[in-house]
């Protein structure tokens, strides 16, 4: 989904970029396309697949930047170094 937040991707463009089978990847995109997360287009006699809306747009960059932040400090809890200090 990252990928396709970059812009409209066919098949094989997106199998390429994974490193994964056209087949592991269709399966994907129908998996994708039938929870209406992704749509796909018609460009002449190739199917490029996007984003459905600005919503599922919203969501993957929410994702990533979530999965690359640092924990919050959780008040009343230390961290793992702290504890080992302690205890030494």
Known sequence: MSRLAQGEMCVTELAAAEGESL???????????????IVRRRRGKHINYGLADQHVMDLVFNA????????AAVPGRRRDSESEEKEN
């Open 64 to 71: 990533l930047a979530h999965a690359t932040e640092r924990p």
């Open 23 to 37: 087949s592991t990847i269709s399966q994907r995109l129908r998996v994708l396309r039938s929870e209406h997360i």
